[in-house]
């Protein structure tokens, strides 16, 4: 790493210059960087493909708790708890009702549905942010479909 000739005061002091820039040219600048590289897009995109794992793997996991119904009554109330804090009261009702009938009647092809579905949408949550990573760095893909989509599928 290069050492600096400047001070640790004068380095300071050009951090907040800002390099000449008014600080409405930097935030035009940052914005106009915003607006072309879809930034909200790509992150309104990420947050959905996201959002949408989530259910499956409740469904995965709440039917697990069911074949294991001794341990799972303990999870599965811990579990609920924590969502009665941060969901509004009907939200959290409809929850609660949708998650006793899947408890109630879980079997192994629930278990197995759960899986394939989470796996699915983790893998395309996970397909999205390698396409976002890609265009913030402006690399175009250049592996093959199937490599893409079944890379997230991979564990270190």
Avoid: C
């Avoid at 590289?37 to 959002?51: F, H, I, K, R, T």
């Amino acid at each position: 790493m290069a050492t600096s000739k400047l001070t640790t005061k004068q380095q300071v002091e050009s951090i907040w210059d800002l390099g000449g820039l008014i600080p409405l040219r930097l935030i035009k600048n940052v914005w106009k960087q915003i607006d072309e590289d879809n930034v909200l897009g790509l992150a309104a995109e990420l947050a959905y493909s996201y959002l949408l794992a989530i259910f499956p793997f409740l469904l995965f996991l709440l039917s697990v708790f069911g074949l294991f119904a001794a341990r799972g009554t303990v999870l599965r109330t811990n579990l609920l708890f924590y969502f009665s804090e941060v969901l509004p009261p009907a939200a959290y009702e409809l929850l609660s009702k949708t998650l006793d009938e899947i408890t109630k009647n879980s079997t192994g092809g629930k278990v197995t549905l759960g899986i394939v579905l989470a796996l699915w949408a983790a893998s395309g949550g996970m397909t999205a942010m390698i396409s976002a990573l890609n265009q913030a760095y402006g690399v175009r893909e250049s592996r093959s479909w199937l490599k893409v989509h079944a890379m997230p599928l991979q564990s270190d």
